[in-house]
């Protein structure tokens, strides 16, 4: 695959080398000359120095047969207009930015760039599955975190220990997925039963996480 | 007409303190906080310091009831993305963007959005000029009375 990485800070300058690695033909492109003079000395010719913003530079980088164009510049607004200009002037068949304010994702997804990748809400959702001090845990957030995957550990206290499926009365448009139990995923028929120590994996509409958790908790 | 414009540049100020003079609602975004010191004495507005494509600052400068959006700070993309999220967030009825990039400006005009290139339309009036063609309309937006800019 053709991808073109535009902007060459350190996730620009580490994501090209794994790239490149993999087997993909990758150009990186960045503005500024010294750090591109930098990027040239550890990456070698796959560096180019230039504006991705500008199509005199677009053209350069032959973005018309990318396959993938990423944009991981630090600046939101450079990131979104490099992927419009790719789509509407050079048909990118997909097109990757980086959000570095959590808040753009959904305005991104609105103005059509295919993917959006926001270390911030990475991190976060990371801290979050460790400090969640009750027993359901975000493992996965589905549909820009409209509807998330949880995990759910079954205490002693827990109110559906003893309970079988149907009788587990879910929240409206959660399902459950599967039950781990000592390591091995079971089917959740209706005949299952719950026990201490399993793990239930759920579906939930991000906006009921509250009340699965009062099922089960 | 409630207004936002967003950069407090020489455009910016000029245009803000003339539509203050006109009797509108007029509200100004800048980063920086020295940029006010542009506008002038008339201008009745109101200034909110920040940056132009935080959804908090644009609903901190009162989108959610502008009429008109304008995007005119020296970065064209921040005017570009800025413009985006005032038509498509807030669905404010008038917006443009002063885009310096000729090719950008155009991209972006073929796709719904009003874009006003000033390079182009700086270096047409001069090369009219130059060749003897008729340039005066533009010409006459710039009077100076009794020391005061009249647009």
């Known amino acids: ?217 | 007409m409630n207004i936002i414009i967003l950069g407090c540049g020489r455009i910016g100020s000029t245009l803000a303190t003339a539509m203050s003079r006109d009797g509108h609602d007029v509200t100004v975004i800048d980063r920086n906080s020295d940029a006010f010191r542009r506008l002038g004495p008339e201008f009745r507005g109101r200034t909110v310091i920040g940056n132009g494509i935080d959804e908090d600052i644009l609903k901190k400068s009162d989108i959610e009831h502008a009429d008109a959006f304008v995007a005119v700070t020296n970065g064209d993309n921040t005017n570009i993305m800025s413009v985006q999220i005032a038509k498509e967030k807030f669905n404010i009825p008038r917006v443009i963007a002063r885009i310096y990039d000729p090719i950008r400006a155009c991209a972006y005009r073929e796709l719904g959005i009003e874009t006003i290139c000033t390079t182009v339309i700086g270096a047409r009036l001069i090369k009219d000029f130059l060749l003897g063609r008729e340039w005066g309309m533009a010409k006459d937006y710039c009077v100076i009375k009794d020391d005061q800019l009249l647009i």
């Open chain 1, 1 to 217: 695959m053709y991808i073109i990485v535009a902007g060459g800070g350190k996730v620009g300058h580490y994501l090209t080398r794994a790239l490149i690695k993999a087997g993909h033909e990758v150009v990186l492109v960045e503005k500024d000359s010294g750090r591109a003079s930098y990027l040239q000395e550890e990456l070698g010719d796959v560096v180019i120095r230039g504006d991705a913003c500008e199509v005199r530079t677009m053209r350069e980088l032959g973005m018309e047969r990318a396959d993938i164009v990423i944009a991981i510049t630090g600046d939101d607004e450079d990131n979104l207009v490099i992927c419009q200009m790719a789509k509407r002037l050079f048909n990118a068949p997909r097109t990757i930015a980086r959000v570095n304010n959590p808040q753009n994702e959904d305005i991104f997804h609105r103005l059509g760039i295919d993917n959006t990748v926001s270390s911030t809400k990475i991190i976060f959702n990371l801290i979050e599955q460790q400090i969640e001090s009750d027993e359901v845990i975000p493992l996965a957030p589905l549909m820009r975190g409209n509807i998330e995957i949880v995990e759910v550990d079954l205490g002693p206290d827990s109110p559906v220990v003893g309970k079988t499926i149907p009788n587990v009365h879910l929240p409206k448009d959660a399902l459950i997925i599967t039950i781990v139990r000592d390591g091995h995923a079971i089917l959740p028929n209706i005949d299952v039963e719950l026990k201490q120590g399993d793990t239930v994996i759920a579906l939930v509409n991000a906006d009921k996480e509250a009340e699965l958790r009062e099922v089960f908790a």
